[in-house]
């Protein structure tokens, strides 16, 4: 079992910055070849990709709408996962939640297998 904690959330001003930590407890995830999610839920709305990173943090994607402002990164010493957000607009306003999965990443929030409680990320001037 795979336990997964969120930090770093909070209130920010439009094209302010914030990076979030996804703590893994449980298992070694670089060991076990778990491949990271990033995803994220506006009130009213369905969960939405933001980013992936595979096992060794050599290959990432990012949703269309975060490419060139979000970097995922993750550091398998301490079994943590980052995402550094930069440019926030308010329309990034939601609950961001880490996500792991076995084998391989992907975007799709039903293939993964362990979730974090999420951590609110509030753009507002």
């Known amino acids: 079992q795979v336990q997964l904690v969120e930090s770093g959330g909070g209130l920010v001003q439009p094209g302010g910055s914030l990076r979030l930590s996804c703590a893994a407890s449980g298992l070694t995830f670089g060991s076990y070849a778990l491949a990271m999610g990033w995803f994220r839920q506006a009130p009213g709305k369905e969960r939405e990709f933001v980013a992936t990173?595979?096992?060794?943090?050599?290959?990432?994607n990012y949703a269309n709408s975060v490419k060139g402002r979000f970097t995922s990164s993750r550091d398998n010493a301490k079994n943590t996962v980052y995402l550094q957000m930069k440019g926030l607009k308010p329309e990034d306003t939601a609950v961001y939640y880490c996500?792991?999965?076995?084998?391989?990443?992907?975007?799709?929030?039903?293939?993964?297998?362990?979730w974090g409680q999420g951590t609110q990320v509030t753009v507002s001037s």
């Open positions: 996500a792991a999965k076995r084998d391989g990443p992907s975007r799709v929030p039903r293939e993964y297998d362990f």
């Open positions: 990173i595979n096992r060794n943090g050599g290959v990432t």
